[in-house]
């Protein structure tokens, strides 16, 4: 059963960081994970004015436009609440670079602050909430997918692993190139498209390799990429599916697109 531990009643309120792919291109997938959490009994508080977390920028090595994009979010979280972000790279730039970004300003112990109540979505369903999925969903064999930044910076990889292999009706394939990067690295597929395209597809065919009915990830920007891909070369393959949507369909619970 569904189902949280004493740890998850101390936590009733929580921020939720939105990202600018899921903002711009998947709404759905956002709108999910917040159902997910307020299923969970949690009261989801979005500030409206949130933006970039200025990561395009830091990576591109650009730390001035990354300071006053990631300046303009600091104010955003007043309340002592954990900060949730549907996205391992976003949630790594806020939790591991801000604090470099904004070390000797004025801003330095706010960065510090903020930083220190960052959780990737994925992650604060299984360590705070102790979420247990009850599956009630047919038997289906899925790969999963996770970004760089949720393997490698926020380590949260695992946890994605963790609540798909909860389901009681899900076989998770593990695929070839699982660790390898899909090739968006946010501009990175802009400045070597080249070398961007070859990794896609490396990872596209290792997918299809695993005869998955479905691709899940939580990380939207690996989403767009490998689903643009797909949709390119072989649209009959399942296109990516954010892992809060893929939990909700399992667990009997309305998506944000069948609501509409």
């Given at each position: 059963m569904e189902h949280q531990n004493n740890q998850s009643h101390r936590v009733t309120d929580v921020y939720f960081f939105g990202t600018c792919v899921i903002d711009i291109f998947m709404p759905n997938a956002g709108m999910d994970a917040m159902t997910l959490l307020e299923k969970q009994g949690i009261r989801v508080h979005y500030p409206q004015a949130q933006s970039?977390?200025?990561?395009?920028?830091?990576?591109?090595?650009?730390?001035?436009?990354?300071?006053?994009?990631?300046k303009e979010q600091l104010d955003l979280f007043p309340e002592a609440w954990p900060i949730v972000v549907p996205s391992g790279s976003c949630g790594g730039m806020m939790k591991h670079h801000w604090p470099d970004l904004f070390k000797n300003t004025v801003y330095e112990q706010q960065a510090l602050d903020v930083s220190g109540r960052i959780y990737e979505w994925s992650r604060f369903l299984?360590?705070?909430?102790?979420?247990?999925?009850?599956?009630?969903?047919?038997?289906?064999?899925?790969?999963?997918?996770?970004?760089?930044?949720?393997?490698?910076?926020?380590?949260?990889?695992?946890?994605?692993?963790?609540?798909?292999?909860?389901?009681?009706?899900?076989?998770?394939?593990?695929?070839?190139h699982e660790s390898e990067c899909c090739g968006f690295g946010g501009t990175f597929s802009m400045k070597h498209p080249d070398i961007s395209g070859a990794?896609?597809?490396?990872?596209?065919?290792?997918?299809?390799?695993?005869?998955?009915?479905?691709?899940?990830s939580a990380d939207a920007g690996c989403m767009m990429n490998i689903g643009?891909?797909?949709?390119?070369?072989?649209?009959?393959?399942?296109?990516?599916?954010?892992?809060?949507?893929?939990?909700?369909?399992?667990?009997?619970?309305?998506?944000?697109?069948?609501s509409v």
């Amino acid at each position: 059963m569904e189902h949280q531990n004493n740890q998850s009643h101390r936590v009733t309120d929580v921020y939720f960081f939105g990202t600018c792919v899921i903002d711009i291109f998947m709404p759905n997938a956002g709108m999910d994970a917040m159902t997910l959490l307020e299923k969970q009994g949690i009261r989801v508080h979005y500030p409206q004015a949130q933006s970039c977390c200025g990561q395009p920028a830091f990576s591109s090595g650009r730390p001035k436009e990354s300071f006053a994009v990631a300046k303009e979010q600091l104010d955003l979280f007043p309340e002592a609440w954990p900060i949730v972000v549907p996205s391992g790279s976003c949630g790594g730039m806020m939790k591991h670079h801000w604090p470099d970004l904004f070390k000797n300003t004025v801003y330095e112990q706010q960065a510090l602050d903020v930083s220190g109540r960052i959780y990737e979505w994925s992650r604060f369903l299984v360590d705070v909430l102790n979420y247990q999925p009850q599956d009630t969903g047919t038997p289906i064999k899925v790969a999963v997918h996770t970004s760089c930044g949720a393997r490698r910076e926020m380590n949260v990889h695992t946890s994605s692993w963790q609540l798909v292999d909860a389901l009681s009706h899900v076989e998770r394939v593990v695929h070839d190139h699982e660790s390898e990067c899909c090739g968006f690295g946010g501009t990175f597929s802009m400045k070597h498209p080249d070398i961007s395209g070859a990794m896609v597809s490396d990872k596209v065919k290792a997918l299809k390799d695993t005869q998955a009915v479905e691709i899940i990830s939580a990380d939207a920007g690996c989403m767009m990429n490998i689903g643009g891909k797909i949709a390119k070369d072989d649209p009959s393959m399942p296109k990516p599916k954010h892992l809060a949507t893929f939990l909700l369909e399992r667990t009997g619970h309305k998506t944000c697109e069948e609501s509409v």
